[in-house]
């Protein structure tokens, strides 16, 4: 397990100013590669979510996830890497085509099950959301349109429940 | 400290529901964590801190140093020689900005120092106000944790917390910084019974089936060494160490901050490892087939090249801070908990063991590698021989705080220290300037020890400010200057490294004795061997503050030195 490959961690913090600049600071800090971090509410208040992919070795993600501990305001820390979750993502893609190669886009995003949520006479947006190879793959499979912009939310994650003894710290 | 882990009470259940001032909840908070010296500069946004400081006068000494990274730095050696909280405090912008390497300084050594600052008000905040800068921003990644605190009735809670996470845990140091408006409102909040920090929970004892598992591994060890480092100190287990290594006829070997955690005048203790550690104790890490980390971090100074330490050997790593587990050494049995708690769980588990072929190697390097022998020098005091003056003179009662260089190696090589908390310096950052402001701390944590400050003329010169300090607050420390007219270590390395490129490394120095003399301060200066005792002994008579400008020879090196990259295999020792 000397690879690299992504993480996802999945962390709970207490919703106070500047607890963002903490985790953001640490990953700096200690070179983790951040490929993306996704931030709203949990299901408590007070609390929120973030879900962070992380890039590096297993040991590398160990000590970020020992390291994010650390942080006071940090109540727990999970690595769903591997473990039965289900992780989504959202992207939005802008993509100019023109009236003739709609119909195109429009079936390969149906393959997907994207979704075209907008329409000008020069471009139309897709909606797509899935597991980020998901995305991937579709933005591969689109290349021949030339895409005017992305906008991709980053991977959340949660847990399946049948899911065996918890990764992290236990909640207190 | 860390051994009450647990929850602290903030001691001010009995704290009246009339209001006060956020000045005032300070002062409470500090008095409930028993800390009685604040160490400071005021300034704007910090004036109405200062204006509760004079109503609690006869409660909180406050001492007025003269530039505030001398707080900082006099704070930590107040924590550390009494395993309480240092307290420190700034205006905002420029004052806070000056205490920053103090925060480094402490987060690196693991030491509980509560900073205030002050902040300008409320409504200035983010409108690059006069003094205004984003000191929480600056303080994040160096301190344990930081509050801006927006409301005064959230000031008791956090004050209370503020010392709760500074000394429990692996301590370090916490920032709170607070509007010169929040200063001035008042509340009639008080702290919560218990502190209550849901995402921080230390561990306490260590993991019985780990615990079960180190016994096995050390007893099953034929040559074992106990590295021993700054967790003894901070959880208070030198005692427990002492059982250790005796029971299980065990050597200790101990980094920088682990020096004195046991005594070094010990058959089993082996002195200092690491870079400018002894040679025998490095040898010894070379051939042990079993690590016992004690509350130490792995330091890279103290390891030096990974493959070279204790190949093959077995690791057992005990320390509170999870995240120091693993990181440097792969660990065969990682442990997270207080060190006391969890050495007390263990002892009962080690057999006495009979491991003379081991000690009896050991002895050998020691024999063939004296790596303390002071060479002869007719023409010049050596540097060494000053510390080991201080030794004699002192009956090695004195506490040593020494700063940053080639006299931080010499002040932990020639004194040997017998308890803990007699040796201080910081290890991990290194801050030049250190030594004499933290002597101050150590001194003002209990004025009946002897505190001698060893310092290199470069490093006094960066706060040799606080003279006025020791002067006009009479502050009874020695301070002994290794005057060697060098950046020291700096020469030293161009010496080994850059053939003797020699830049930047001359100090063309004043003259210190009339320096201290302008300050008020009694001031020698000695270039001969027999001035230089006399002026210590004089010292250590002398009811006051005394700064000794001691001559020494200009070139002495410290040895043994493994040149960073190498493996022990390399090390220099002294050729005389
Ligand atoms: C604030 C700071 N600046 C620079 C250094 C780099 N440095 C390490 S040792 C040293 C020389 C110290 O000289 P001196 O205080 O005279 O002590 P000596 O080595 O001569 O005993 C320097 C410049 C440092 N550690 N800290
Ligand atoms: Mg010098």
Redesign the pocket.
């Known amino acids: 397990m000397n690879g690299t490959e992504t993480h996802t961690l999945v962390a709970t913090v207490a919703d106070h100013p500047g607890v963002l600049t903490r985790v953001a600071s640490l990953f700096r800090r200690r070179g983790f590669n951040i490929a993306s971090l996704a931030v709203g509410h949990s299901e408590e208040p007070g609390y929120s979510r973030m879900t962070i992919a992380v890039e590096g070795s297993a040991e590398e993600v160990k000590q970020c996830e020992k390291q994010l501990y650390k942080l006071v305001e940090v109540v727990s820390v999970r690595n769903l890497t591997g473990a039965p979750a289900v992780s989504r993502e959202l992207a939005m893609i802008k993509v100019r085509v023109r009236a003739t190669e709609r119909p195109g886009l429009a079936e390969i995003t149906d393959i997907f099950r994207g979704e075209i949520v907008d329409v000008s006479k020069t471009s139309m947006i897709v909606q797509m959301t899935g597991a980020q190879s998901k995305i991937d793959r579709f933005l591969d499979v689109i290349t021949e349109y030339p895409i005017e912009e992305i906008s991709r939310t980053g991977v959340i994650a949660i847990a399946r429940d049948d899911v065996g003894p918890r990764n992290g710290r236990a909640r207190g | 400290m860390s051994a009450t882990n647990g929850q602290s009470t903030n001691g001010s259940t009995a704290a009246p529901k009339t209001p006060r001032t956020g000045g005032e909840v300070v002062c409470d908070a500090m008095l409930a964590a028993g800390v009685d010296v604040i160490f400071g500069m005021p300034g704007g946004a910090s004036l109405p801190f200062y204006d509760s400081l004079y109503h609690y006068q006869d409660r909180i000494r406050h001492v007025l140093i003269r530039h505030e990274q001398a707080a900082g730095f006099a704070a930590n050696g107040y924590a550390r020689a009494t395993g309480k909280v240092g307290v420190a405090t700034s205006t905002s912008g420029p004052g806070a900005t000056n205490m920053v390497t103090c925060m480094a300084n402490d987060i690196m050594d693991s030491v509980g120092v509560v900073y205030i600052t002050g902040q300008v008000a409320r409504p200035a905040i983010g409108s690059d106000a006069f003094q205004e800068a984003d000191v929480t921003g600056i303080s994040i990644p160096i301190t344990k944790h930081s509050y801006l605190v927006m409301d005064v009735d959230d000031l008791p809670r956090v004050m209370s917390e503020a010392f709760h996470l500074a000394s429990t845990g692996r301590p370090g140091p916490v920032h709170v910084d607070i509007p010169k408006d929040v200063f001035l409102e008042t509340t009639t909040e008080t702290a919560p019974d218990q502190v209550n920090l849901r995402g921080y929970r230390p561990s306490k004892v260590g993991n019985a089936r780990m615990v079960r598992k180190a016994a096995e591994v050390i007893n099953a060890s034929e040559r074992p060494i106990i590295m021993a480092g700054h967790g003894i100190d901070i959880s208070g287990a030198a005692e427990e160490l002492l059982q250790l290594a005796t029971r299980g006829s065990i050597p200790v070997v101990s980094t920088l901050h682990g020096v004195g955690t046991f005594p070094e005048t010990h058959p089993l203790s082996f002195g200092m490892l690491g870079m400018h550690g002894l040679a025998y104790a490095n040898f010894s890490m070379r051939q042990t087939d079993c690590i016992i980390g004690l509350g130490t971090r792995f330091d890279d100074r103290a390891v030096g090249k990974e493959d070279e330490f204790g190949p093959g050997a077995k690791v057992v790593h005990i320390d509170i801070d999870p995240a120091e587990i693993g990181k440097v050494l792969e660990t065969d049995v990682p442990i997270v908990g207080d060190l006391k708690l969890t050495l007390q769980k263990l002892l009962p588990l080690i057999e006495s063991r009979d491991r003379t072929p081991w000690l009896d190697q050991m002895n050998g390097w020691r024999r063939d590698h004296p790596s303390l022998k002071i060479p002869d020098s007719p023409d010049s005091v050596l540097p060494q021989e000053v510390v080991r003056a201080i030794y004699d003179i002192s009956g090695g009662e004195a506490r040593v705080i020494a700063?940053?260089?080639?006299?931080q190696m010499w002040a932990s090589q020639h004194f040997w220290y017998e308890r803990p908390r007699m040796f201080f310096s910081a290890g991990g950052l290194?801050?030049?300037?250190y030594a004499l402001p933290a002597a101050m701390g150590v001194k003002l944590a209990d004025e009946s020890q002897d505190v001698w400050c060893v310092?290199?003329?470069?490093?006094l010169l960066?706060n040799i400010q606080e003279f006025n300090t020791l002067a006009a607050e009479g502050i009874n420390v020695k301070v002994a200057v290794?005057n060697?007219a060098?950046?020291?270590?700096?020469r030293q390395w161009q010496e080994f490294f850059y053939e003797g490129r020699y830049m930047g490394a001359f100090?063309d120095n004043p003259d210190f004795a009339k320096v201290a003399q302008a300050f008020g301060l009694h001031g020698v200066g000695t270039s001969s061997r027999d001035e230089m005792k006399d002026a210590i002994a004089m010292a250590h008579e002398y009811d006051g503050p005394v700064v000794l400008d001691l001559h020494v020879d200009r070139v002495e090196n410290v040895y043994p030195m493994i040149v960073p990259g190498t493996g022990v295999n390399s090390v220099i020792e002294d050729p005389r």
């Open positions: 700063d940053v260089g080639q006299n290194g801050p030049m300037g310092t290199g003329d470069g490093g960066i290794l060697n060098h950046l020291g270590m700096i100090l």
